[in-house]
């Protein structure tokens, strides 16, 4: 969790995250360094942890043998540039095929200009990369294996793990001798215009990805690269898996044929490319192809974007109206009623909240010069302007908000009357604060989580540079 945002996670964020009853979080990362399923760096800013492709793994196979997809780990019988493959076999003992993908080894680290993974991010981690690769691949041998097409069965999927059916066979590239060449080119070919026809792409189109079985039937394996045929290049990647084949068969079994498919020849017959998201296909282009198949009707569109613009007519209609009211209502002055349950309202709320009660109106002293009693309950809490509540205006020159009583006894006093330019409802006032105070708890929580034995990077830079000037006074005659 803590690496979705930090390249290294240090140590009081992993023990805020682990949240542990009894503590040790220290201890135990210490034991996961051991066995390499941590890695502890020390960065130019800060220290920190790494998770590793090991504790990642395990991970993975962990979920993966609580749900009994995997009980049992076998040998590896393959390596990729971006993935590992092992056997593995689930509860009733029947092998199955366990591929765990690898991005960022040395051989294939430009993945911004091969994936689009990353998509607007700068920096993605390797792990998260993987992942993603997993999934796409998950979901592309799902709808093709739905589909008909010659892949493996789809098992199950977690983190960069992605179990399928174990293929009896070998790749292509190992075969030397076939009995019906013309009919295994046929059927490659074919399998390409088939993809193109379903909207994909496969960008990879090789004798390492194909698989012959001892039947001699061909299946199709390794999907992470595939795109749409509505991508900018679809028509590079379409031919370059055609002259994939063509120069094979023509190095290997000295075949070759003068019919070969061209982009040309694709006629759409499903949207694969729509329902997995693939690469290089836009929302608008997602409608339109949905049109052309007869999906979505144009008319169920058009009736969606009128309903829209219908309803965002009638939200602004409410917002104008509503600070019409407001303004009309912070002009004029209201009667007694109204205050009185106005400041009934904003005192609950305080109380609810601070636990502090607002003067009344008829308590209000023009001694103190307290002008708003409230207010000093929320001075450190709100802004100024984000609350404007009951406010008690002291006017002695206004003749129209006073009453002079006489007597004999007594000398002149003037009471004066109160008045009130409220805008907000008392429930925002007092989920803003809510939410201010939250924010505030947060803070000091983050603050108080301390995990002792490792010192601040900063404080090791400077003590280093301190030690090197004591070193270096007696080279330049410093005392």
Sequence with gaps: MGMKNHELVPASLAAQIANLRYGGVHKL?????????????????????????????????????????????????????????YIVADEQGNPVCLKLHRLGRTCFRNVKGKRDYHQHRKSVSWLYLSRISATREFAY??????????????????????????????????????????????????????????????????????????????????????ISTEHVDAKIYFDRDVNCIRDFF???????????PSFQDISREDCI??????????????????QEMGMVEAKEEEEEEEQQVEDKEQKEAKVEEQLEREIHDGKETVDENEIAYLQLQVENSMKNEFGCVSETSTSVSARNGSENSIASCLENQITEGDIRYVDINVDRHNESSMETFDSEDEQAKSIYSATTTAT????????????????????????????????????????????????????????
């Design 29 to 85: 990362m210490k034991e996961l360094c051991k066995h390499r399923l941590l890695s502890y760096e020390r960065g130019k800013h800060y220290d920190g942890y790494r998770l590793t492709n090991a504790g990642y793994d395990y991970l993975a196979l962990k979920v993966l043998a609580q749900r009994g997809t995997v009980v049992s780990f076998g040998n590896q019988i393959g390596v990729g540039k971006e993935s590992n493959i």
């Design 141 to 226: 041998m799902k709808a093709l294996y739905d589909r008909g097409f010659p892949v493996p069965k789809p098992i199950d999927l977690n983190r960069h793990c992605v179990v399928m059916e174990l293929v009896e066979g070998g790749p292509l590239c190992g075969v030397y001798e076939v009995d019906d060449i013309e009919s295994l080119y046929d059927e490659l070919m074919n399998l390409i215009v088939k993809l193109g026809n379903h909207g994909v792409i496969h960008g990879d189109f090789n004798e390492f990805n194909i698989m012959i079985t001892s039947s001699g039937k061909s299946i199709l394996i390794d999907f992470p690269q595939m």
């Design 250 to 260: 023509k190095r290997r079994f000295a075949y070759e044929s003068e019919l070969y």
């Design 273 to 290: 490319d729509v329902e997995i998201k693939a690469s290089g296909l836009t929302k608008q282009m997602e409608k339109d192809l949905l």
């Design 424 to 479: 907000i409802a008392p429930e925002l006032i007092k989920s803003k604060v809510k939410v201010a105070l939250q924010k505030r708890d947060k803070r000091g929580q983050s603050r108080r989580i301390v995990v002792k034995g490792e010192a601040n990077a900063v404080t090791r830079v400077r003590r280093e540079t301190r030690d090197t000037i004591k070193q270096s006074t007696g080279i330049w005659g410093w005392e």
